[in-house]
């Protein structure tokens, strides 16, 4: 039986990244005082596997660098309260899928009892501190800046 | 909508735009010299007014505020780019090449099919892997020269050789929306091989129907992938013939040759003679 799980990796050092889209925003009008971004992974793993991937993913330096990362678990597959996922659009969808599940290869490791991931761009938003942006907010955000719905999608 | 082009009347006088992260812009402003236009490079921090008044934007490769967001997409919404997309508006030609073809599609100024700063396609990450690639290609004008101002001067069906740089150069939009692409003659250029011929092979990203390039639906603006000012040379050029011809001969190994060809075009629309 697989289970989604989903880590969020997020820096230590100065975001610049986050800076530049932040100023954009505020300069399209977008209320917006804060900005967060993160790495966000869903691993569709084992149940029986699933209390060894956090130390397989912090194993992975191309994902995970604990010189300027923070990796955290997310209790639930879903965005956090002012968060937005962005990811690319799965093209394949509706496709025949192979019969016979393979376990995920990444930076060329092999993730034991994983077998399948989406990656999406985490984007939290605070309209003021302490308080996170609305979904009218966020869904304008998205709309304006941080989405192409051409290949991408969004999970609020 | 009338194209806006310089007649003849004075040196046609092209803006190079340049944001945090452009790499291709002396390439760029050279090829446009080589064909007789007045080029100049514009520094993002010269603010917008400092792009009125050209007869045409040619937006050059690299790798705009680093690509953040998305390749293409903080420099689309840079108040430069107020100024770009107004004189688009107008008529204006505008070229964007590689990187520069991100920010225009970012943009909405191609294929144009919605608003602007509203994207419908994107130039998204290359298929399979999503890698990087630099590759020599060819490509083929796949509309009517006359679809596009910059083409007019082209030949049907030219072919003119180029290097492909980019790990985010295949066309993406809905299913709906390609298919009026290809039907509308948006795709102005597609990969193909020496021949002309179009094959899997020949296109280095996964591009669907080998799309290399996007006009609008006015034809003032065009976005190409791969660069043609780094294949603008007969030193650059990858056939061997060429480079032959010009053996012993540094000014015919230093004269324009192959993706030239692109400017030249450009330079035609404006009404240059050379």
Redesign the interface.
Known sequence: MLKPVAYSVELTIPD??AY??LV?LV??GIVCRKLERSEVWVFDVEEARADDLEAQIRSIETIFNPNKHVLFALGSPRPRPGEVWVG?RDEDAGQPRPAALREVRLAGRTLEGVFGYRRY?GWRLWESEGEVASQEVIANAA????C?????VIIT | MKISAARGHRAARVAVPIFPGSNSEEETVRACLAVGLHATLVHWSAGPAALRGYDAYVLPGGFAYEDRIRAGAIAAHDAMMDAVVAAAQRGVLVLGICNGAQILVEAGLVPGTGPARRPTAAFAPNKPGGRFVCRHVYVKLSVPPDRCAITTNLRAEEIIPMWAAHGEGRLAASRHELGRLHRSGHIAFRYCDRFGNFTPEATPNGSPFGAAALTNKDGNVLAIMPHAERDAWTYQQRDGAVRLDARGDAAKMLAPAGGIRLFAGLARALGVKK
């Open positions: 610049n990244e530049t889209t954009t300069r399209l690319e761009k709309e304006t800046l941080l192409n719905p051409a290949f991408q």
